[in-house]
């Protein structure tokens, strides 16, 4: 594919899907950007939410390109793995609690987040209200918005690992460099739009929706950590219950002695998503897609450290070998759907 129609397949899948996937996993870092909004001056209300959302964005383009660039130069030896990317989703689990913390003024936190910057949100009282309130976003306010932009690579959705592959296909800098760029900027519109209404809400409103803006990056920030323990395995394997007749109607044994257990990723999540079938027996799983996107075209085995890239529509054959004894844990890329294959 040249470079023209790498751009276009970029910005397409950022523009039709992934605006409204990657707004999901990153609103969390998105709010912590325009957070500082709620405490500028009158006067700059309106153009202080603007000014963060272009410097997140700028800084999210950055990042992207950089990582687009290293993916087309060295292939999937630099894509992580589900570990790291479980990790990866726990720190940005603390981040945004962090970021919560700091809305609610919990004190120490706010220490911890605004030592080396300009002057604090509280500033407005006194005679920093004035012109030099209005001019504190290029010195310290642009430093959050910059960091946590660049920080989106850590916390890819599906179809920005569905980008990530087509750019690693391309085996190019220049390549793997227009497709993550031109999926960034295909999601641009609706981050975009996200971010300066939030700001300017916790502007006008002055602290009326903090509490309940905290409460839902709380409840963000432990959603992000349940998925992050998945894609690391660190979760308990045990739990969940197995239908006798899902088990019968999608494991099987063919004419050559080998376990075929089929799995369907679809949109909604797997069906099934619990399974029980043989240890000890030669297995190969199956996994159908059906108009499939986003997140759920990866399919993530932790306790292998794989990822299996899926087909829109097709069928895909991964080789288990003889699972011993126990439960085989399986998700998305982002771990939100969970399912698992029992070895009896």
Not at 36 to 60: D, E, H, I, N
Not at 148 to 172: F, H
Not at 192 to 217: F, K, S, Y
Request: aromatic letters at 4%; a positive charge.
């Amino acid at each position: 594919m040249d470079v023209a129609g790498l751009f276009l397949a970029g910005a397409g899948a950022g523009l039709l899907a992934g605006g409204t996937t990657c707004a999901a996993t990153q609103i969390g870092l998105l709010t912590g950007a325009v957070g500082g909004a709620a405490g500028a001056g009158s006067g700059s209300a309106g153009a202080r939410p603007v000014r963060q959302v272009s410097v997140f964005l700028a800084a999210k383009l950055v990042s992207h390109v950089a990582l687009g660039a290293l993916l087309g130069l060295a292939g999937g030896a630099v894509q992580p793995g589900p570990r790291v990317r479980g990790a990866l989703l726990a720190a940005a689990a603390a981040a945004l609690a962090l970021f919560a913390l700091d809305l609610l003024g919990f004190r120490p936190v706010r220490r911890l987040l605004r030592r080396g910057r300009g002057p604090s949100p509280e500033a407005g009282e006194g005679e920093g209200e004035g012109e030099d309130a209005c001019h504190a976003l290029p010195r310290g306010r642009s430093r959050r918005p910059a960091m946590l932009g660049a920080a989106t690579v850590l916390v890819p959705c599906g179809l920005t690992l569905s980008a990530e592959l087509l750019a690693v296909t391309s085996r190019s800098v220049l390549g793997g460099a227009v497709v993550m760029g031109a999926f960034v900027l295909g999601t641009a519109p609706l981050f975009g739009l996200i971010g300066v209404t939030v700001g300017r809400a916790m502007a006008l409103l002055r602290g009326r929706l903090t509490a309940l803006l905290a409460v839902a990056l709380l409840a963000v920030s432990g959603w992000t950590l349940l998925s992050g323990l998945r894609l690391g395995g660190w979760l308990p394997s045990g739990g969940g219950a197995t239908a006798a007749a899902d088990s019968a109607r999608f494991v099987r044994t063919d004419a050559s002695g080998t376990q075929v257990v089929t799995v369907w990723a679809l949109n909604q999540g797997y069906r099934p998503a619990l399974l029980t079938a043989r240890a000890g027996v030669h297995t190969v799983l199956v996994l159908r897609t059906r108009h499939t996107s986003g997140h759920m075209r990866v399919f993530t085995l932790p306790s292998r450290g794989r990822d299996v890239y899926l087909p829109a529509t097709g069928e895909t054959r991964v080789d288990l070998g003889a699972p011993a004894p126990g439960r085989m844990p399986f998700m998305c890329a982002s771990g939100h759907f969970p399912g698992a294959i029992t070895f009896r």
